[in-house]
């Protein structure tokens, strides 16, 4: 089994800044790509960053130049350093990983999605 565990929400205020970490655990070969989205209320789940084995990342025009997702393939841990929050960043994160998985013959690429972290900034 592969799970995704993320830490590092709260309670901020308006300017300020918070990281979210997630670590994947569990027998696999190896990550693809790690992804944050979100989810705030009422509202339907979105990408907010994603990033590859590679290093190669992509964000949401609605966090670019606040946001910065980072991998640490050696700790199986993806990142998100949040500055500047705003209070419409409030949501709930979740973190999103495929993930490489042995499975005989061969191999299968497996999509995981972690319990979620609440960030709620206030004004």
């Known amino acids: 089994q592969v799970q995704l565990v993320e830490s590092g929400g709260g309670l901020v205020q308006a300017g300020e800044s918070l990281r979210l970490s997630c670590i994947a655990s569990?027998?696999?070969?190896?990550?693809?790509?790690m992804r944050w989205y979100r989810q705030a209320p009422g509202k339907e789940r979105e990408l907010v960053a994603g990033i590859s084995s590679g290093g190669n990342t992509n964000y949401a025009d609605s966090v670019k130049g606040r946001f910065t997702i980072s991998l640490d393939n050696a700790k199986n841990t993806v990142y998100l350093q949040m500055n500047s929050l705003k209070p419409e960043d409030t949501a709930v994160y979740y973190c999103?990983?495929?993930?490489?998985?042995?499975?005989?013959?061969?191999?299968?690429?497996?999509?995981?999605w972690g319990q979620g972290t609440l960030v709620t900034v206030s004004s």
């Open positions: 999103n990983a495929n993930i490489r998985i042995s499975r005989w013959p061969g191999y299968s690429d497996l999509e995981v």
């Open positions: 569990g027998s696999f070969r190896s990550i693809n790509y």
